[in-house]
């Protein structure tokens, strides 16, 4: 058995994963690369499927 709330931590991770992924933009390129715009893909998919849990993880997420 897993702790309880070890699913949602899982989820957070996921979604922070994604964010970051979306913000790994090099200030030289002309269109975001490939991976980026997986990320955006993925996250949009997540944002359908539990909005409230990414609209928290976007909230409480910090990249220098």
Known sequence: ???AGTDVKLKEAIIRYMIAGTKDLPKDAAEPPE???NARKHLEELRKLDPKLVASSEKNF???
């Open 62 to 64: 910090f990249l220098n």
């Open 35 to 37: 991976h980026v715009s």
């Open 1 to 3: 058995r897993r702790p």
